[in-house]
């Protein structure tokens, strides 16, 4: 079955520490998306991906890296310059950006806490 | 104003009653526009795509009103399984923005 696989599910650090949180998909979407959701708001794009190769800041791309070396894989770095790290973190696909009724497909997520 | 809202709820529905949500839009640009439901602690599934004619899957209902912004959720005879957070999404035409509302919640009870 075809789909979005984050690992971990749950994962702790202590403030101060890098943290990559993974995400690989087999849908052969060309477009992959990191969003942050926080109680009580709506999901906040992080960085999102149109190819291989290419990313581009989303709205609170502060204290956060990707790299997009490969069609299926779209990892996230949370580094010690994000103030506020502890979040439900969700990756993203779609068959392209800018496609009419193209919905997105998300991975299981991440529940990072940060102490 | 948001850019997408919605009623937070909670909507408390009994067994078989039938609920609606509405959701408003304030970017005439938006192009594409979708129901998520997201379980707690679980990550948004698409429940549909809400296309201008109105459509329809099983229990549910979707109709988009352009000339009012908005677009709403219909679901009829709901069952204990349907109590989620119900989410608006509007993607952007032409690119990559998704825009998400802050979810309703609904409670079926028993």
């Known amino acids: 079955d075809g789909g979005i696989t984050q690992s971990p599910k749950y994962l702790f650090r202590k403030e101060g520490q890098n943290v990559t949180l993974s995400c690989e998909q087999n849908?052969?979407?060309?477009?992959m998306y990191w969003y942050r959701q926080d109680p009580g708001q709506g999901l906040r794009l992080i960085y999102y991906s149109q190819i291989v190769n290419d990313f581009q800041k989303g709205d609170i791309a502060e204290g956060y890296s990707v790299s997009r070396e490969k069609k299926e894989s779209f990892p996230l770095t949370v580094t010690s310059a994000q103030k506020n790290p502890t979040a439900f973190y969700l990756c993203a696909s779609s068959i392209s950006t800018g496609l009419r009724n193209s919905p997105l497909h998300f991975g299981n997520g991440t529940r990072l806490t940060v102490t | 104003r948001k850019e997408v809202e919605q009623d937070p709820g909670p909507f408390n529905v009994p067994e078989g009653a039938t609920v609606a949500f509405n959701c408003t839009y304030s970017n005439s640009a938006s192009q594409s526009f979708f129901w998520y439901r997201q379980d707690c602690r679980k990550e948004p599934k698409l429940l549909m795509s809400v296309y201008s004619s109105g459509n329809e899957d099983g229990r549910f209902t979707a109709q988009l009103n352009r000339a009012s912004q908005y677009i709403s959720l219909l679901i009829r005879d709901s069952k204990l399984s349907d109590s989620a957070t119900y989410l608006c999404v509007v993607n952007i035409e032409g690119t990559y923005k998704y825009i998400f509302g802050t979810g309703t919640r609904l409670k079926v009870l028993a």
């Open positions: 849908l052969n979407h060309d477009a």
